[in-house]
């Protein structure tokens, strides 16, 4: 059986590893911002808001992987400023900046909803993103909060998946509910929310088959373990998230619009945050798809994932004073 969960407090207390995690997080991102942010560092440090400083700041925040379009209305949005006299520098630019892009994402709900008995987590994910390693990095960071997580290996077509989340279910000290390599995905999924019920376990995980989000015939797949789900519980599942790859910037758009269109997502989780990533996707797939991140992961450890934290994010993202 698991272990019992971490008692906050103590050594494992989940707000002292917020706070580490975050430190590493701002870490990781250095090698990768650095060039954006040494751009933006002269941008800002210029003594005027003229037409150069105006179009400096567009082609930086675009090197930022903000996306055009979120570019657009955040230079747009502070040209409306300038030109009502209430930014009169670039340095009241930068304070501006970070307050309303603050104010916006603080505004979109981040919570995970664990209301269920159990409460239901559909994670997706095409391969490759990171999609097994989260959830069991989710369950160890559950099991810190005082949950008791339990998974679900419906990712049945890969044998190997079934292997790999018994893997991280071992290192988050959780349960792990499996079947044969290519039985039915909904029937892993309902018998994974029964045995939590009967094992006392709060929150069930289902891992879903890595898909290519153009594949009619996966989608619906997921439906079919969305409609299984709701047969034991009309609320279920509570949460679908997206695990979506930093590295792959504005192409994770795309794949957020099909999921987004097929089964509807609660949140998203944004893994491989790490130095070469540019983490202003974060930015752009929130203004431009209303899907907020919830969950954002920097590396393979099994304390690389944490509730996403706006303030966090976007003083790590501009922390001009730091760069070289």
Not at 111 to 137: C, D, H, Q, R
Not at 150 to 168: E, N, S
Not at 211 to 236: G, I, N
Not at 278 to 306: Q, T
């Amino acid at each position: 059986m698991p272990a019992e969960p971490e008692t906050p407090g103590k050594s494992g207390d989940p707000d002292d590893k917020g706070q580490g995690f975050w430190k590493r997080f701002s870490k990781t991102l250095e090698s990768g911002r650095q060039a954006y942010v040494a751009d933006l560092k002269e941008v800002f440090g210029r003594p005027a808001l003229d037409d150069a400083f105006w179009d400096d700041l567009e082609a930086s925040l675009i090197a930022a992987d903000v996306g055009v379009a979120t570019t657009e209305g955040v230079v747009a949005n502070l040209r409306r400023q300038a030109a009502g006299a209430h930014l009169r520098t670039p340095a009241q630019a930068l304070r501006y900046l970070k307050t309303e892009l603050g104010r916006e994402m603080v505004a979109r709900p981040r919570a995970l909803n664990l209301e269920g008995s159990p409460a239901v987590l559909l994670v997706v994910g095409v391969n490759g993103s990171g999609k097994t390693t989260t959830i069991g990095k989710l369950a160890h960071l559950l099991r810190a909060e005082g949950r008791r997580p339990l998974l679900a290996a419906a990712d049945t077509y890969r044998a190997a998946a079934i292997d790999q989340l018994r893997l991280w279910a071992n290192r988050a000290q959780v349960d792990v509910i499996a079947n044969q390599p290519g039985s039915d995905p909904g029937a892993v999924a309902f018998d994974a929310v029964q045995a939590a019920r009967a094992r006392g376990a709060d929150t069930v995980i289902v891992d879903t088959a890595g898909r290519l989000h153009t594949r009619t015939d996966l989608m619906e797949e997921l439906r079919k373990v969305r409609r299984v789900l709701q047969r034991l519980d009309e609320r279920s599942p509570q949460e679908t998230l997206a695990v979506l790859d930093a590295h792959l910037g504005q192409n994770s758009a795309q794949q957020v619009k099909v999921f987004q269109e097929a089964i509807g997502l609660t949140g998203l989780a944004v893994t491989k945050m790490d130095g070469s990533a540019k983490a202003g996707v974060v930015l752009s797939i929130e203004a431009e798809l209303a899907v907020p991140v919830k969950l954002v992961g920097i590396g393979e450890g099994v304390d690389d994932l944490n509730r996403f934290d706006p303030e966090q994010y976007l003083d790590a993202l501009l922390r001009m004073e730091e760069s070289r």
